[in-house]
T-cell receptor
């Protein structure tokens, strides 16, 4: 149980394009979803937290107009990287949680984004 | 604010030997603590969690961790290493009360190498 599906797993696109990444909880309702960014051989950095039907809460230093997050239902959140540039290339990982902070977050397999 | 320190970016043990991965945390209120494992180009898989119940927590794949408040530690152990344990391990913390980010704060990770 507690499966999170993230799609696509790999994206290569030209600079200036926008890229949408989907995160779905397949067998549970995710009251809260999270988006993380991971640079090579580094840890995960929280980008934003979203609750279903509410605006996302962004961490300091994360541009909300660059990284658009939509959490339209209890099983789906999307991250759109707008007008992507090479410095946006990274590994993006979503997670989903049902309930409060004492419940674990369940992670997707990540999306490798490469901007040429 | 909370933080996590993982001592040793790389740990190498022989197959069959004891695995010990260290994690120390800092938080202003009682924490919730988690250990996750990450295989290459994948998301994170939950190994175990501490949420203020028993201080010795057993997880999957034979791993366990002990919460020691006096030492602000949550070290991960496994009695006998297996080749399939080779991966990146992350310790993470979130607060069980108060404000602050709802997401996890991760340590920098420890790369576990298993020698045949």
């Amino acid at each position: 149980g507690a499966v999170v599906s993230q799609h696509p797993s790999w994206v290569i696109c030209k600079s200036g394009t926008s890229v949408k990444i989907e995160c779905r909880s397949l067998d549970f309702q995710a009251t809260t979803m999270f988006w993380y960014r991971q640079f090579p051989k580094q840890s995960l950095m929280l980008m934003a937290t979203s609750n279903e039907g509410s605006k996302a809460t962004y961490e300091q230093g994360v541009e909300k107009d660059k990284f658009l997050i939509n959490h339209a239902s209890l099983t789906l959140s999307t991250l759109t990287v707008t007008s992507a540039h090479p410095e946006d290339s990274s590994f993006y990982i979503c997670s989903a949680r049902s309930g409060q902070r004492n419940q674990p977050q369940h992670f997707g397999d990540g999306t490798r984004l490469s901007i040429l | 604010a909370q933080s996590v320190t993982q001592l040793g970016s790389h740990v190498s043990v022989s197959e069959g030997a004891l695995v010990l991965l260290r994690c120390n945390y800092s938080s202003s209120v009682p924490p919730y603590l988690f250990w996750y494992v990450q295989y290459p180009n994948q998301g994170l898989q939950l190994l175990l969690k501490y949420t203020s119940a028993a201080t010795l927590v057993k997880g999957i794949n034979g791993f366990e961790a002990e919460f020691k408040k006096s030492e602000t530690s949550f070290h991960l152990t496994k009695p006998s290493a297996h080749m399939s344990d080779a991966a990146e391990y992350f310790c993470a913390v979130t607060l069980n009360s108060g404000g602050g980010a709802d997401g996890l704060t991760f340590g920098k990770g420890t790369h576990l190498i298993i020698q045949p």
